[in-house]
């Protein structure tokens, strides 16, 4: 027996080998896989895709709902040699076929929850593109079946650990692409490795199960399941987030860790207090945030609710930052954590003047391994000062070193020469019992040149609209600076946000870049 519970072998494809019959997937809209069940998949995925015609060094793509199907093509792909890219659900056609060409992508693999993306007018353009592999009824499509029908259970030959190409979500901008390579040598050896990304988050080794709650497209929700499998946590796999479902399949399964993003918490957090009540979640033990920025008063209450069990993160695609561990949170809260090992971080303000302790600007930082956008160096070259990158974040660090984020540079507001950070007001709005959901962006105004416009997603609350919006600006004016206060409130049924949590600024400010505004 190892003397300490990280001496013990472990990596997805060693989990395989010594524990076959362990559950690698505990619950999904497919049902249950061991690691060995997985493994083969896997195994015949890359036999099949190689017979197909699939060299090294390819790009495959994959277009699937949460379920088996993402982790079956991801751990091909690490073992082939390939470059796993995963498709936003969500994007249009025509997004897809600029995705899979910038990726030069040999092969789409299609779920036909996903087919109509085939039979629109750009259908025929991904055809040309790249190979279509369908999963289920998707017409004109190769079947995945017929690919792997006969199709060994064996361990492929040349075995090399693959890579990344993950997209950005594309709510500030154009999505870009981020290329990270696999190391090219042994498979084996580089998921043992990579376990080492549990242990900083306190993923004890064969103690899970781990809940998939967000889109499995997320490069977040990738790393964190694909480095659960790595410790032996069995997968919970949710199709789609609902938030009392949520707290049932924790209970059922009694899960130890988890990933999830502040849309899931302000979620769950408005379920009524009986509903809450009704699902013991002594379970968890490491919760994981990232992605879009919690509020503070989101992540207090999740912390008296759960208690110290949340993680905050800092980072992107591009390179992982910062960490908070529970405790660490609770004594400076609202920090996304300090650098981990080997990052450096910095905070420069808008002519490159690098500033000190608790003064806002421009977050950057070094990472041992640094990133390129893949084949774009005209954004590679802007992300960069030096060797230091910026994913557009505006935040300050405190005497300590602990960071704190304001903003995304490209959200921010300025208002008569002042600048006004959305996220602090979001902040507050979501604070307010009849609020669901708030984005908040700048408008055109003349004298101004930009005025704080509030757009909120009610919750079932009985309150008249304009009820509401004489409630909320006088809410706003006893927690806000009069300049941050929000000049109208405007609503919506539903603002639109990625499975990560993250709200498509970029498509509400396209709306409002025009001088006429309606407020309801």
């Given at each position: 027996m190892p003397t300490d519970i990280w001496d013990q072998r472990l990596g997805f494809w060693h989990?395989?080998?010594?524990?076959?019959?362990?559950?690698?997937?505990?619950?999904?809209?497919?049902?249950?896989?061991?690691?060995?069940?997985?493994?083969?998949?896997?195994?015949r995925l890359v036999h099949g895709l190689r017979a197909y015609g699939i060299g090294d060094n390819a790009a495959i793509a994959v277009l699937a709902p949460n379920g088996a199907l993402p982790v079956q093509v991801s751990f091909a792909?690490?073992?082939?040699?390939?470059?796993?890219?995963?498709?936003?659900?969500?994007?249009?056609?025509?997004?897809?076929?600029?995705?899979?060409?910038?990726?030069?992508?040999?092969?789409?693999?299609?779920?036909?929850?996903?087919?109509?993306?085939?039979?629109?007018?750009?259908?025929d353009r991904i055809r040309r593109l790249t190979r279509v592999i369908g999963v289920g009824d998707i017409p004109g499509a190769l079947s995945l079946d017929t690919i792997l029908a006969g199709q060994p259970a064996t361990r492929p030959p040349n075995r090399r650990d693959g890579g990344m190409i993950a997209y950005t979500s594309g709510t500030t901008g154009a999505p870009k692409g981020v290329r990270r390579p696999g190391s090219g040598g042994d498979p084996d050896k580089a998921m043992q490795d990579a376990a080492i990304f549990g242990r900083a988050f306190d993923f004890r080794p064969f103690d899970g199960p781990h809940l998939v709650s967000t889109a499995m497209y997320h490069g977040g929700s990738?790393?964190?399941y694909r480095n659960a499998l790595n410790v032996g946590h069995a997968l919970v796999i949710m199709s789609k987030f609902d938030a009392e479902e949520a707290l049932k399949l924790i209970a059922k399964y009694q899960v130890r860790s988890a990933y999830m993003v502040a849309t899931l918490f302000h979620r769950m957090l408005n379920l009524p207090p009986e509903v809450r009540e009704r699902y013991d979640v002594s379970s968890l033990h490491s919760v994981v945030h990232s992605a879009a920025t919690c509020p503070r008063p989101v992540m207090e209450a999740m912390f008296q609710w759960w208690g110290p069990v949340l993680w905050e993160t800092y980072g992107g695609m591009e390179g992982a930052a910062t960490i908070a561990k529970p405790h660490r949170w609770l004594e400076k809260p609202g920090t996304v954590g300090r650098a981990v090992r080997g990052v450096e971080l910095a905070i420069f303000d808008d002519d490159g003047n690098r500033l000190?302790?608790?003064?806002?600007?421009?977050?950057?930082?070094?990472?041992?391994?640094?990133?390129?956008?893949?084949?774009?160096?005209?954004?590679?070259?802007?992300?960069?000062?030096?060797?230091?990158?910026?994913?557009?974040?505006?935040?300050?660090?405190?005497?300590?070193?602990?960071?704190?984020?304001s903003d995304r540079a490209k959200d921010m507001i300025i208002s008569g020469g002042v600048n006004i950070y959305p996220a602090e007001i979001e902040a507050v709005l979501l604070t307010h019992d009849a609020v669901a959901d708030a984005a908040v962006i700048g408008v055109p105004d003349e004298e101004w040149g930009e005025r704080v416009l509030a757009i909120v997603e009610r919750s079932d609350c009985g309150i008249s609209k304009d009820e509401l919006a004489t409630d909320l600006l006088a809410f706003c004016e006893g927690r806000l600076a009069s300049y941050k206060r929000p000049r109208e409130i405007e609503f919506r049924d539903k603002l639109p946000r990625t499975d990560a949590g993250?709200?498509?600024?970029?498509?509400?400010?396209?709306?409002?870049?025009?001088?006429?505004l309606d407020v309801k």
């Amino acid at each position: 027996m190892p003397t300490d519970i990280w001496d013990q072998r472990l990596g997805f494809w060693h989990i395989a080998e010594d524990r076959p019959d362990s559950f690698a997937i505990a619950h999904s809209p497919e049902g249950t896989y061991t690691y060995g069940e997985l493994a083969v998949a896997a195994h015949r995925l890359v036999h099949g895709l190689r017979a197909y015609g699939i060299g090294d060094n390819a790009a495959i793509a994959v277009l699937a709902p949460n379920g088996a199907l993402p982790v079956q093509v991801s751990f091909a792909c690490q073992q082939a040699g390939w470059d796993l890219t995963l498709v936003n659900g969500y994007l249009t056609s025509g997004e897809i076929v600029a995705i899979l060409e910038h990726a030069e992508a040999a092969a789409l693999i299609i779920h036909e929850h996903h087919r109509d993306v085939l039979s629109s007018a750009e259908g025929d353009r991904i055809r040309r593109l790249t190979r279509v592999i369908g999963v289920g009824d998707i017409p004109g499509a190769l079947s995945l079946d017929t690919i792997l029908a006969g199709q060994p259970a064996t361990r492929p030959p040349n075995r090399r650990d693959g890579g990344m190409i993950a997209y950005t979500s594309g709510t500030t901008g154009a999505p870009k692409g981020v290329r990270r390579p696999g190391s090219g040598g042994d498979p084996d050896k580089a998921m043992q490795d990579a376990a080492i990304f549990g242990r900083a988050f306190d993923f004890r080794p064969f103690d899970g199960p781990h809940l998939v709650s967000t889109a499995m497209y997320h490069g977040g929700s990738h790393s964190y399941y694909r480095n659960a499998l790595n410790v032996g946590h069995a997968l919970v796999i949710m199709s789609k987030f609902d938030a009392e479902e949520a707290l049932k399949l924790i209970a059922k399964y009694q899960v130890r860790s988890a990933y999830m993003v502040a849309t899931l918490f302000h979620r769950m957090l408005n379920l009524p207090p009986e509903v809450r009540e009704r699902y013991d979640v002594s379970s968890l033990h490491s919760v994981v945030h990232s992605a879009a920025t919690c509020p503070r008063p989101v992540m207090e209450a999740m912390f008296q609710w759960w208690g110290p069990v949340l993680w905050e993160t800092y980072g992107g695609m591009e390179g992982a930052a910062t960490i908070a561990k529970p405790h660490r949170w609770l004594e400076k809260p609202g920090t996304v954590g300090r650098a981990v090992r080997g990052v450096e971080l910095a905070i420069f303000d808008d002519d490159g003047n690098r500033l000190g302790p608790n003064q806002p600007g421009h977050i950057y930082y070094r990472t041992e391994a640094g990133f390129s956008y893949h084949r774009d160096e005209k954004a590679t070259t802007a992300a960069h000062r030096g060797d230091m990158f910026s994913i557009g974040d505006i935040g300050y660090l405190d005497e300590d070193g602990y960071l704190f984020i304001s903003d995304r540079a490209k959200d921010m507001i300025i208002s008569g020469g002042v600048n006004i950070y959305p996220a602090e007001i979001e902040a507050v709005l979501l604070t307010h019992d009849a609020v669901a959901d708030a984005a908040v962006i700048g408008v055109p105004d003349e004298e101004w040149g930009e005025r704080v416009l509030a757009i909120v997603e009610r919750s079932d609350c009985g309150i008249s609209k304009d009820e509401l919006a004489t409630d909320l600006l006088a809410f706003c004016e006893g927690r806000l600076a009069s300049y941050k206060r929000p000049r109208e409130i405007e609503f919506r049924d539903k603002l639109p946000r990625t499975d990560a949590g993250k709200l498509y600024k970029r498509r509400l400010r396209d709306e409002y870049g025009r001088d006429r505004l309606d407020v309801k």
